[in-house]
């Protein structure tokens, strides 16, 4: 077990190791059917973790995964019912809270081509969406242990490194989900819940594309790797998989 002292603070334990008194590590990944979010589930099970997985509308790379620990329900981040519904299904503390789920915009080259009405869905999926998770699960993350929410996020939420434009509303609802994530680590770290936000790279994924030129499961193990060390004090920090800082 590893712990860091923290002055007159509680002793805070670092990700992987159990609660006190719960024998498994306990993880739940929005987006999980395909993609990151799957190669997610399926290092978490590896761990020996146990996973709630959440998917829109199939099942897909989770149909194949043969694992008592994991188990699979039906969530929408956009509907607070769904959500409900959800967070009913979880009876035990939550070690690990992976808001992954999320969708493109279209990649609009200017302002003339803006979908005003996708716009606003893609804000209210990527930015809204996993603070309504963070919100519905809260009670089911309060631990002497240390909990770590993790936001996926992408290096186009960054005002500092946005030189071409294009994709107005994807990049805004990423910086929108950084912005929530700043503020909401001021309220959560007497609670000993700690934000970490990723760009998980430019990733070979359905939305990434054939040309990316990073591998699901290197991003996925260079974000493990980060989480790993992840402590309190940095909470709400802005960082790549393979550990780089970002710049707001």
Avoid at 25 to 39: F, H, Q, Y
Wanted: glycine fraction near 8%; charged fraction near 25%.
């Amino acid at each position: 077990m590893i712990s860091m002292s923290l002055g007159n603070t509680r002793t805070r334990k670092v990700l992987f190791t159990p609660r006190n008194g719960q024998c498994m590590r306990v993880a739940v990944i929005t987006g999980a059917n395909r993609g990151i979010g799957n190669n997610w589930v399926v290092r978490l099970l590896e761990e020996g973790w146990k996973v709630y997985a959440g998917y829109k509308e199939n099942l897909g790379g989770l149909e194949i995964i043969q694992d008592d620990n994991l188990t699979s329900f039906k969530l929408d981040v956009t509907n607070n019912q769904s959500i409900e519904r959800f967070a009913d299904q979880i009876n035990e503390n939550i070690d690990l809270l992976i808001n992954n789920a999320g969708v493109p915009d279209g990649r609009w080259r200017s302002l003339t081509e803006i979908d005003d009405e996708w716009a606003l869905e893609v804000l209210n999926i990527n930015s809204l969406g996993p603070v309504r998770m963070v919100k519905a699960l809260y009670p089911k993350m309060l631990s002497s242990d240390l909990t770590k929410i993790v936001m996926i996020s992408s290096l186009m939420g960054s005002i500092d490194d946005c030189q071409m434009g294009k994709s107005y509303a994807y990049r805004a609802s990423k910086t929108a989900l950084n912005m929530f994530t700043v503020a909401m680590k001021k309220e959560c770290i007497d609670d000993n819940i700690s934000f970490i936000i990723f760009h998980p790279g430019w990733v070979k994924t359905r939305m990434g594309g054939d040309r990316a030129p990073v591998e699901i499961k290197d991003s996925v193990q260079g974000m493990m790797d980060v989480l790993n060390s992840h402590t309190i004090e940095d909470s709400g920090i802005f960082i790549q998989y393979d550990g780089q800082k970002i710049k707001w």
